[in-house]
């Protein structure tokens, strides 16, 4: 039995997972500490991955070697890319997971990589010793001694469950809090405070009438001429499941009115939960308060697996007592023989401030003691997913005497993501959106790949297979672009075959390019009409060919815009690189607002680019920063 390793996670949710897992293929000793190995990955909400901008950060897990794609696409059993009908920019692919298989899955990839070793127990406290972290100390005192720690420690910190006036003690529905983990950090000086979230009923779909829902299929990608969208970038990772139908359902004002009737009994409103909840994924009894001229709400009946017949009723998160949830949702047509598994509940927990880390997601307070998750006051799991990989990472680097990984807000929503935490910190549970993200444009989750795949290869965390089928890509879209650039289309070449599909015919000769900058073309209409473009296509194989062309329209496309937004990027960069550090002793800066020197005072931004985007930094006070710095 080995008590010291390079590096220990504290949590095997969506970021521990990442975190575990990033470390050890980094070539840390890594121990992933869990309080019950059998709920490796859990679901606890959602069995969902993916969404707006969330799909995003999914892609960029990927893109960096992680492996939250890999799993969801093995164990998608719906698949759909949203936003298709706006820019892709706004693209964000989102699966129905099998939750069982999901987190079997995980189990299976931590159990066999290399370099790491697991525990099943819960941690208690940490040993810090001059302010560096030396370990920690588990429930059945044992001591395990690492040069980093990462804790991920989810909705388990004293979490406490509320079903109406019942209040259960609890991480998840039937699994244990953590405590003592808390108590320890705060004499270490943490801040700390509570938050809230919670999770829908789970419907035994036997007793629902589907002909009174309305169905709503996926992109299926198991037939020929499905889509081909998905999640990895690795070539070998297919949905290989069962596809299922999710489907819609209305409440009503019935529903609304036997809600209303449960509202001095629900925790949100009788003074019984006093921390903040998510503001964008309210629960059905916030809905009819925040909302009362609505007259119907959207539910998503969603199946938790390929083959169970238990069912999520997304957007319908409640905390109400168990006689009004059964109640409200007799009311609605398709559910009034329903039986149910479980009723909704909220559940409250500790985070900590997460402007006491830096962008390693290493805190300032103790060297080596990395946060990551929804300790850190965000929500998702893949939200969780790309702090966890980027704490683990940088756990990893810097156990091994490497220097650290930090993302920028426009290399991926990931680094929009920490640098919105670090330097604004939360006031309510953290969730990300596209129009959180300057540079979407930029961030897309088509390129995801380019962006940080060699960001991974340059840490250890891209193998050699995933970075030889990127170089492979990147390698024959860029002699499609050649070819599209360097390919002269002549009116007596493409016109018959325009006027065919109803197009405006050429009056004069023009590059390939310039003609697929025509909204209703692309290439696979031009290569039905270009024998040349077809058969250069088809020598390119067929392996990833619909990925690689649809990266290539829209480089081809959005090319101004894509250029205008990458010199916004880089005229902000070079505020970043403007360093401050420790340099000014802001309480003394008298020129700057009271505000200001409150805030950059509690911060400590690395950089003027930081110190810009704090919450009640003025541009004067910048000004005044540039001044000092003799710009």
């Not at 980093?148 to 909705?155: A, D, E, I, M």
């Not at 890509?473 to 499609?480: F, G, H, I, M, W």
């Not at 902000?572 to 401050?580: K, Q």
Request: proline content about 4%; charged content about 25%.
């Amino acid at each position: 039995m080995k008590y010291e390793f390079d590096v220990i996670v504290v949590g095997a949710g969506h970021a521990g997972c990442e975190a575990a897992h990033a470390s050890a293929c980094i070539g840390a000793d890594t121990l992933l500490v869990t309080l019950d190995m059998n709920k490796i990955a859990q679901m606890s909400c959602n069995p969902a991955v993916g969404g707006i901008a969330k799909g995003q950060i999914v892609r960029e897990v990927d893109a960096l070697g992680g492996m939250m794609g890999v799993v969801t696409d093995s164990s998608a059993i719906q698949f759909r890319m949203l936003n298709r009908s706006k820019g892709p920019a706004m693209w964000s692919p989102r699966s129905q997971c099998d939750r069982m298989k999901f987190s079997a899955m995980w189990r299976h990839i931590l159990e066999n990589t290399p370099n790491l070793s697991m525990w099943q127990d819960d941690v208690i406290d940490v040993i810090v010793e001059d302010g560096v972290i030396k370990g920690v100390v588990t429930a059945m005192g044992v001591r395990f001694y690492a040069k980093s720690v990462v804790l991920t420690n989810g909705t388990f910190l004293n979490g406490l469950m509320h079903i109406g006036r019942t209040q259960i003690e609890g991480g998840r529905v039937a699994e244990p809090a953590s405590c003592g983990l808390t108590e320890s950090l705060r004499k270490l000086s943490f801040a700390t405070d509570r938050m809230k979230t919670g999770t829908p009923v789970r419907i035994d779909g036997r007793s629902v009438d589907f002909s009174l829902a309305i169905p709503q299929d996926g992109d299926d990608a198991l037939v020929d001429g499905g889509d081909f969208h998905k999640f990895s970038y690795l070539p070998g990772v297919h949905r290989t499941l069962e596809q299922r139908q999710c489907f819609a359902v209305y409440t009503s004002e019935a529903t609304h009115e036997v809600l209303r009737r449960g509202l001095p009994d629900s925790p949100l409103f009788n003074g019984q939960i006093q921390s903040i909840g998510p503001r964008y994924c309210p629960s059905i009894e916030t809905k009819i308060v925040t909302f009362a001229d609505k007259t119907e709400h959207q539910l998503f009946l969603e199946p938790e697996g390929e083959d169970t017949q238990e069912y999520y009723l997304n957007g319908f998160s409640s905390s109400l007592p168990i006689d009004i949830q059964v109640e409200a949702l007799h009311t609605i047509p398709a559910f009034r023989n329903v039986q149910i598994y479980r009723p909704g509940y909220a559940i409250e927990y500790d985070f900590f401030d997460p402007t006491q880390l830096r962008h390693t997601l290493e805190s300032k307070l103790v060297d080596g003691l990395y946060f990551a998750g929804q300790i850190n006051g965000t929500t998702g799991y893949e939200e969780a997913a790309g702090q966890g990989l980027v704490a683990g990472a940088n756990a990893a680097l810097s156990a091994l005497g490497r220097e650290p990984f930090t993302l920028g807000r426009d290399e991926a929503y990931i680094g929009v993501l920490i640098d919105d935490l670090v330097t604004k910190g939360v006031d309510e549970p953290y969730r990300m959106f596209t129009s959180r993200a300057e540079y979407r444009i930029l961030l897309r989750q088509d390129d995801a790949d380019e962006r940080l795949t060699p960001r991974g290869r340059e840490i250890g965390l891209v193998d050699d297979v995933r970075y030889e089928a990127y170089s492979d890509k990147l390698r024959r879209k860029e002699c499609l672009i050649d070819f599209i650039n360097g390919f002269s289309v002549k009116p007596a070449l493409i016109n018959d075959y325009l006027v065919s599909i109803g197009e405006t015919p050429m009056q004069q000769g023009c590059k390939l390019s310039q003609l697929l900058l025509r909204p209703a073309l692309d290439l696979r209409k031009l290569a039905a009409g270009i024998k040349p473009l077809y058969d250069f296509i088809a020598s390119l194989g067929d392996d990833r060919i619909d990925e690689i062309i649809e990266a290539v329209e829209i480089m081809v496309k959005y090319r101004g815009y894509l250029d205008r937004e990458k010199q916004l990027a880089d005229k902000a960069r070079r505020l970043e690189g403007l360093v401050l550090g420790d340099k000014f002793d802001y309480s003394s800066l008298t020129s700057l607002s009271t505000e200001a020197r409150q805030k950059l005072d509690k911060i400590r931004p690395l950089t003027v680019g930081q110190a810009s985007r704090i919450p009640g930094v003025s541009p004067s006070d910048i000004n005044i920063l540039l001044l000092l710095l003799g710009r």
